[in-house]
């Protein structure tokens, strides 16, 4: 089932340097290259000619011209086989299991979803493995697999708390690795959809970057200098004990106006069943509150003002150039949007910038690709640190 991703290891600092600068913006020329990282000619050559042999790297033709200014062969900038290595990404979740198939530049080529009919961590490493299998069959080049859990995941590797899963201390990355013969990465979901859209997505090129997810959590991931920032509450629950309104609702679990209890979504389908003795969907809840129902209404204008409230906090304190707000709760921006952008003005010195907002549609497939691509950054090219 495997491709031998090992060939491509270990790499050097500089040839990791080299390897990312033109995955991410590749194709560059030699030229482009040297300047970006800084590098003489020569040793450029000699970070790029093992990359080049070990087939992660490739020259490509740019249509013939000069070579880097000079008389000669034709340059030959160099670019990533983007599907000569494939990998799986799995994202779980309470009741699925969420898996995509990407390149080496996180394309996604195939999904493939799954009911979760058990936590038991021993049937959940199976039902992995049966999916890897499965596709596997079709994409014989599969290099490694990352899972995104939430929860606090330690060494990459075992599931140290998951509330959602129950579990405790769980050697995740063993249990799969023993199945299929894959090496496989494990991660916070967050963490790890913050390094996809770092790379790939909407924070790709820039220096101060934020993340806010809303779902069944919150999540937030911050980047400065281009790497992502690990922090202490990533892992477990992030806004639990931000404080936007203290006379604000309660959590099931009680905390009274914090982050959680005014966004998330189990948290505003508690309110609408406490208030009205009926079970709604959060869809039914967004669009009973577009219709104008008074309950429902109040319930997401509460909502919209905390998440303004919450975007312009971060965007007073860290300062980014984009925040990309993403997860299965963005259609709170649908419905309510015009009160997001009206608290957010409020909460903003009127001389400050614009906040560079970016919503994301987003489903449980894009984090499988942030799974995936933190075992493209794990296993191919030995970045981001634990």
């Known amino acids: 089932m495997t491709a031998d991703a090992a060939s491509w290891l270990p790499l050097s600092p500089g040839e990791r340097s080299v390897a990312i600068e033109v995955l991410v913006h590749g194709p560059l020329s030699r030229t482009e290259l040297a300047r970006r990282l800084d590098l003489s000619a020569g040793s450029l050559t000699r970070l790029t000619k093992p990359l080049i042999e070990s087939g992660l790297l490739i020259e490509v033709p740019d249509g013939g011209g000069p070579a880097e200014g000079r008389q000669g062969r034709p340059s030959q900038p160099l670019d990533v086989v983007a599907d000569s290595r494939t990998f799986i990404g799995f994202k779980i979740t309470e009741e699925m299991v969420y898996g995509v198939v990407t390149t080496l530049r996180s394309d996604v080529v195939a999904r493939l979803d799954r009911p979760l009919p058990s936590h038991d961590p021993d049937a959940v490493a199976g039902l992995l493995a049966g999916m890897a299998s499965e ?4 994409f014989p080049t599969l290099a490694g697999i990352g899972i995104g859990v939430g929860g606090l995941v330690q060494d990459r590797a075992v ?3 998951s509330p959602f899963l129950l579990w405790r201390d ?7 690795e023993e199945r299929t013969g894959l090496p496989v990465v494990v991660e916070n979901d967050v963490a ?3 390094e996809a859209e770092t790379w790939f997505g909407a924070g790709r090129g820039l220096d101060r970057f934020v993340v806010l997810t809303i779902g069944a959590g919150l999540g937030y991931g911050l980047v400065l200098g281009g790497k992502r920032v690990r922090h202490a ?3 477990r629950g992030f806004g639990r004990h931000w404080i936007l309104d203290p006379n604000g609702p309660l959590t099931p679990t009680g905390e009274r106006g914090s982050a959680v209890s005014l966004l998330t979504i189990p948290s505003i389908r508690y309110q609408i069943r406490a208030a009205t003795g009926r079970d709604m969907t959060y869809e039914e809840v967004l669009g009973l509150a577009a219709e104008g129902e008074p309950m429902c209404s109040r319930v997401i204008d509460e909502a919209a003002r905390a998440l303004g409230t919450l975007i312009a906090q971060i965007a007073n304190f860290v300062m980014p150039q984009k925040i990309l707000l993403a997860g299965e709760g963005v259609g709170l921006i649908d419905v309510a949007g015009k009160t997001v952008d009206e608290t957010l003005r409020t909460h ?3 001389l400050a910038a614009p906040v560079g907002l970016e919503t994301k549609v987003s489903d449980f497939h894009d984090w499988a690709r942030g799974a995936a691509v933190l075992a493209i950054q794990v296993l191919v090219l030995g ?3 634990g």
């Open 135 to 138: 596709l596997a069959a079709e």
């Open 159 to 161: 599931v140290g708390e």
């Open 170 to 176: 769980v050697p995740l990355a063993e249990l799969v």
């Open 192 to 194: 790890a959809l913050v």
């Open 233 to 235: 509450e990533e892992d």
């Open 348 to 350: 903003r010195h009127p």
């Open 383 to 385: 970045t981001a640190e």
